[in-house]
RNA sequence: GUGGCUGUAGCUCAAUCGGUUAGAGCACCGGUCUGUGGCACCGGGGGUUGCGGGUUCAAUUCCCGUCAGUCACCCCA
């Protein structure tokens, strides 16, 4: 068997680079409805962007290695980083709120499973410089309205929502400290994907009691706000906190995304520079890894850029949403065809083919016809098999029994027949 | 990185108990059809059965290793 492609990377064919094109232009189209402006960084970084916050065990993760010159270097596991840099750098120059988003192939030495590859594409949406929720809903909606952009529905995908800040005040009311908080985190977060005695063990072992473990418990599958408020009503920072969250939810209602937003305070999100509200998005089957994770990371351009400036963001794989898609029927069978194929009867009309093809092509109509001499009958064929939209047949002038020099099936727009007649066929 | 399962044509799958030259459909290429859209018929190319080793008179089939895929961990973009 000839060489294949590394472990976890792809060859994009023509079918699937038309459904990547597919999910790329929907990202684009929406960010720009929600006025984000695209950027990019390179691919390649110092491997210490990565390390320097993250601890060198991330490392494994990487693709990294010393190139020439002796540097150590690693390609991007994500954008966050590159933009907090390229950020930082012109922090006083830039208008606030920065709304900007970006493409980027991403890569992680990791073993591979579906939905999962060690390369894969990322849009990541981001928002500088505003500290208030009407930012985060702002974040939300457009990572919504890319889902119903591609055809999916508030019953196709759910967006879990949390805030970190309120979970971790909720705690303090509990009686867990400080230093224990990020040790509960990580056991909330694994709350789905572990047996519920194992976690209580877990909690327990932090020090929480038995009844303010209860307490927590009970408020990780479905909550309101009100529930939240009745237990935690006695704690003035929870009450701040909860008003911030109302209006956030407020700020959803206008923007037509909140039937698509469920309150999950088990989305805590692993990685640990999330500061406030977090989201996730996941197909409502929960047959798939999460579609799109995101949330607010206030001090993160302060350790990585030296820049103090609030932040938000969310970053959303190709590979989950386009299987997603891909099981609904949503993405393109086949890559687009030529719109015109044109056939000719006979090779004493080849340079009249030529000639109308270059008329068509320059004013923007893409035309294929057949490189070597063919039966008509073939010719058609050819048309249906490379997906051509209209077929122009050029007659024989030679044969008596046609009127018209060519013919079009199905009848194309007036103006190529335009064209058609200004050219000298 | 750990463990389980699976590897036959580009794709989907056959091949009796281990037994002749590994087959079929789809796809692709050529031909017939004097013709204007996926028809029909004929023909063709395409396989070191993932790779390597072992057992055997004989291995796609049994065993070991390895690589790859996949699932669960790990981790999460």
Known sequence: MAQAAL?????????????????????????????FVEYDGPPLEPLDLYTKKSGDEIVGQLYNFTDKGGREVAL????????????????????KPVRWFSVPQLFRYERQQRGRLREHFQLNVDILGEADV????????????????CGLSSSDVRARVSDRRLLRAMLAALGVSDEQTPAVFGVIDKLDRQPRDVSREKLAALG??????????????????????????????VQTLLADFRRYFGCLEGLDVLDWVTID??????LAYYTGIVFELFDAKGELRAI??????????QSLGGVDMPALGFGMGDVVLAELLRDRGLLPER?????????????????AVRRAATALRRNGVSVEYALRDQQLMKQVKAAKAANASFVLTLHDPADDNVTTRHSWNPAPPPEWDRLLADADL
Not at 79 to 93: I, V
Not at 213 to 223: C, E, F, P, R, T
Not at 265 to 270: A, E, F, H, Q
Request: hydrophobic fraction near 40%.
């Open 134 to 149: 009407t930012a985060d809903a702002e974040l939300l909606a457009v990572a919504i309205e890319i889902m119903r952009a």
């Open 335 to 351: 890559s687009e065809g030529p719109q015109v194929w044109i056939a000719t009867e006979s090779p004493s009309t080849s340079h």
């Open 265 to 270: 305070l088990k989305i805590v999100r692993g």
């Open 292 to 301: 799109c994770g995101g949330g607010r990371y206030d001090n993160l351009l």
């Open 76 to 95: 991007r596991p994500e954008m966050t980083p590159t933009l907090a840099r390229m950020a930082a750098a012109r922090a006083n120059a830039l208008r």
């Open 7 to 35: 472990p976890g990377f792809r060859d994009f064919y023509p079918e699937q680079f038309a459904e990547r094109a597919h999910v790329m232009g929907i990202w684009r189209d929406v960010a720009r409805r929600f006025a």
């Open 208 to 237: 929480m009691t038995p009844d303010s473990i209860d307490g927590l418990l009970a408020l990780m599958g479905d909550v309101t706000l009100d529930e939240i408020e009745r237990q935690f009503g006695g704690s003035p920072e």
